[in-house]
Structure formats: C-alpha cells, structure tokens
C-alpha cells in the first residue's frame, strides 16, 4: 500500500478544515513573502557593511556587528518557537514576531549610530526568531493532506533562495540609494503579510496550553546560545582559542548547553523539547540536514569570498556567479512536492548528496584561471540537489509527529540549521585561511635563483621595467593567488567527502515517512 493510499485527505477531525482557493493562494503568499524577507536579513548587510560602516563612522570589522547581532538573537529565539506557540497560540506569536520585525527593520534604518543599529538588529532578530518555523507549520495545518507536499516545496524555495539574493538585492539597494533601504523594503512586505495572515487565519488559532515557564532552561539557552553564538562570529578575527575571550565564551558555552540538556530532559515543562530527539526520523532528519547544511553553507561562504578577494569580482558579480544555483532548485521544488508521496525520499535525498559530492569535486579542480562561464556552470547544476535535499529532509523529520509538535520541531530543526550554517562560515573560512597559509609556504620553496621557471618570470618583469622588491612583491601577489585557490579547492574537496559521508547516516531513517505532521505513525 502506498503512504498516499494509507493516509487520507481529510483533515483531523480535530482540527480546522483546510483553506481552499483565493484564500489559500492568498496565505501561501503572505507566509513565503514573510519568510523570504525573514531569511534574507541574514545575508542582505552582507554586502553593506562597508558603507553602514562608513556612514556611522566605525571601523569594517564593527559594522560586521550589524551581521553578527541579528544571528545572535535569532538563534536564541528558534529552539523557543515550541514553547511560544503553545503559550501564545501558532497564529498570535507568528503575526505578532511579523509586527516586531517590521517595526525593528525600520528602526534599523532610521539608526543614526552603530549602538543604535546593534540594539536595533538585536530585537529584529529576537522578533523574527520564530518566524520561519512557524510559517511552516502555520502553511502544512491550512493545506488538505495530499497537498502537503506542495506546501513544503513552497516553503523551501523561500528558505534555500532567500540566502542567496540576498547579497544581490543588498548590493543593488546600497549602490543604487542608501543603506536604511535594506531594512526599509522590509516593511511594507511584512505588514501586508502579517495583516494577510491575521485576517485569514485568526478565526484558526491552535490550543493554548498555559504551561509554566522553565526559567532555568530559559537562562541556560540565553547563556549557551548566546555565548556560543558570540564564539563562532568573532572567533576568525580573534585567532580562535588563542583569545582569553573567545575560550572563555567557548567554556561558558559547553558548560551551559551541557547543563540545558540535562535540565530539558527531565524538567516537567521543558521551555525546548529534546524528547524530539528520542524519535528516530526526526533524530536522523535533523543530523542529515545540519551536517548537509555545513558543507553547503561553507560552499556558499567560501566561493564569492574567493571570487572577491581573490579573482578580483566585484559583490555584484560574486553575486551573479553565485546566483544560478536556484534556477534549478525553483524549477524543480514544485516536481518534488507534488509527488513527495511517490518517491523513495531516502533514495531522492542520496541523489542530491551525490549532485552536491559531484559538483563539488568539480569546483575543487578550478584554477585562477577559470572563465565566468566554467565556474557558473556548476553552481547551475548543484541547484537541482537544493530541492531534492530540504524537500524530502524536512518530510522525513516531521513524520510521525502530532500536529501540536510541528512548531516545537520545525524550529528545533530550524535552530540546528542555522546554528550548522554559524559553525560552517567560522569553519571554511579558518580552514580556508590557514590552508592558503600552508599552500603559500610550500609554494614559496620552489621560488629560487636556480628554478628555471622563476628566471623566466623575473626576467619576464625585467622587460617590464620591473625589477628589485617590485618583482618580488608580484611574484608574492602570484603566489598568494595561487594559494588561496590551491586552498578554496581543499575546502570544496572536504565538503564533498562530507556529503559522501552522510548517505549511510540517511539510511537509517525508516519509512512510511507519509505527510509533514502526524501522517504517519511511529
């Protein structure tokens, strides 16, 4: 029997009937606009810190604390989600952390200094934190059961493609009119998403359960997610555990997410749901996406870093090169929807760890010399193994699950992945460094007197007029060329055994995996 034959259209009878028609369309809009702007502030200051910088008259390396402020609340608020939406209710907390981010993002944009605009990104993160896994659950609870499918693939398009126009937009809008205009054309997008929703969806509240709250839970996930967040954002420029500072934070951090799990398993009303973890789908769901996040996170980092720093391509060209890869992931998304109850999901979500494995192996073989063109072709390909990755991966961890669970553990699972996506930048980007110093240290043994092809350059120089500490410092600029792509290329060689890695863990997923929220029994 098929898991769509075994699991009918109906809706629970517990539940509110499904949205049918304009409605539907309406709130799907609504919900993936919300989430898209939502996601995209993560990656939209990217581009902008130089001029934010500029403009409140702070150094580049401080205006990077109008990135790091954002992901910090952020990632505190998402394992919360749970406990707000059975506090609150899924439809309350969902319009009303709409609200907070649009009023924060305009806040954001009127900051007249860099403690304003750090205050400011800290409560729009804080805000928005429940946002995206909400919208997910807010979306599977309005679709009938054999559209569910379609929900999620929706769902995820925003998620996975948010990211990536993100630093194109950030660009357009910085160079085009200011930066108070990244946080601005959040506003009336999130207003009208959040009336939308209000509107359709108040009459649809879920059960509010007034639960107690775990105030020591609380404070352990403050602190822990706090501190490690904190770590992994300055660790790069503080030379890691060579800082006082960041072994400190590193120390506070593992002492008190030791102690939040210990407590969360065995408090009466854990203000975070570990116990999700006891279920074997949703253990390997969130593992396979965590894991497959890092090594995809870390691609998506270290490819228009080296464009940029390297190759000489401007943010709006890094961002093109970087771009094509959810041409794919869009046109494809929708396929795996609409048949996610015909497909092996196992078997869907192998395929796209061996697309990633392939083309990243692929990009591990450019040189510096490698044409716009060669190095778009790849990132067009990888776009297909997007929607056959987050589709079928979220489907997997949410079977099985009652309804009420879907918000605690679509943000659980939300955490995980923003959380692989933190650990992957501070990981890439150290181990691209560090390797471009290695790389730059070998190649510099064979830049000798008696080298043939070192004579030939310098005299090659010479011709140029250039000559003495001139030559070397180009011949120093070559080198570092050289290495920091021998060093890229290491990164996507490591990603890809990654990927390659992660079939076996996948496997140990067991169906029927049936429909995201209590389709199936476990």
């Not at 409560?123 to 928005?128: E, I, K, T």
């Not at 070397?472 to 990603?495: H, K, P, S, W």
């Amino acid at each position: 029997m098929s898991d769509a034959a075994a699991f009918p259209d109906a809706a629970p009878a517990s539940g509110p009937k499904p949205l049918q028609g304009g409605p539907l369309v309406l709130l799907t809009i609504a919900v993936a606009f919300s989430t898209f702007m939502e996601i995209l502030d993560t990656t939209i200051v990217n581009v902008a810190v130089p001029h934010i910088a500029g403009s409140l008259g702070v150094s580049a390396s401080e205006g990077t604390w109008a990135i790091s402020s954002y992901s910090l609340a952020s990632a505190i608020m998402q394992p919360l989600t749970g406990w707000l939406a059975k506090r609150f209710g899924e439809v309350k907390t969902f319009v009303f952390s709409v609200m907070l981010f649009v009023l924060f993002s305009m806040l954001c944009g009127l900051a007249t200094s860099m403690p304003m605009l750090v205050i400011f990104r800290l409560l729009q993160g804080a805000g928005s934190g429940p946002m995206v896994a909400l919208s997910l659950s807010l979306l599977l609870s309005s679709y009938p059961k054999t559209k569910q499918g379609m929900a999620l693939a929706m769902w995820a398009m925003t998620v996975v493609v948010a990211p990536i126009f993100g630093p194109i937009l950030g660009g357009y809008l910085t160079d085009n009119f200011s930066w108070p205009w990244i946080f601005y054309i959040n506003v009336p997008v999130g207003a009208l998403a959040g009336l939308i929703t209000w509107t359709l969806l108040r009459s649809r509240e879920t059960k509010i359960v007034r639960a107690p709250i775990d105030t020591v839970g609380l404070a352990l996930l403050v602190i822990g997610i706090g501190s490690l967040q904190f770590m992994l954002d300055n660790g790069n420029d503080h030379d890691w555990f060579a800082s006082p500072l960041i072994l400190t934070l590193g120390l506070i951090a593992l002492v008190a997410l030791v102690f939040l799990v210990i407590w969360e398993l065995t408090a009466k009303h854990p203000v975070v749901d570990l116990s999700l973890f006891g279920r074997r789908n949703f253990a390997v769901g969130v593992t396979a996406l965590s894991l497959g996040m890092l090594a995809f996170f870390g691609i998506n980092v270290v490819f228009p870093l080296w464009l940029q720093t390297t190759l000489g391509y401007t943010s709006t060209w890094a961002g093109l090169a970087t771009a094509p890869v959810g041409i794919l992931a869009f046109i494809v998304s929708p396929f795996i929807g609409k048949n996610i109850q015909r497909l092996e999901l196992r078997a869907v979500v192998t395929f796209a760890f061996m697309v990633f494995a392939f083309t990243s192996f692929w990009f591990a073989g450019f040189n510096s010399g490698a044409s716009f063109a060669a190095l778009v072709l790849p990132r067009f390909i990888m776009g297909i193994a997007i929607a056959c990755f987050f589709i079928p991966l979220n489907q997997i961890f949410l079977s099985g699950l009652n309804p009420d669970q879907i918000a605690g553990a679509s943000g659980l699972a939300n955490f995980c992945r923003t959380l692989a996506s933190s650990v992957s930048t501070a990981l890439t980007v150290t181990l691209w460094t560090h390797r471009g110093e290695s790389h730059h240290a070998s190649l510099t043994e064979y830049v000798t007197q008696a080298s043939p092809a070192t004579a030939t350059y310098t005299n090659h120089l010479a011709s140029l007029g250039i000559q003495g500490k001139p030559a070397l410092a180009v011949i120093d600029q070559v080198l570092n060329r050289e290495a920091l792509t021998l060093a890229v290329n290491d990164v996507f060689f490591g990603c890809a055994i990654l990927f390659l890695a992660l079939i076996p863990v996948l496997w140990l997923a067991k169906p029927p995996f049936g429909n995201a929220g209590g389709a199936a029994a476990h």
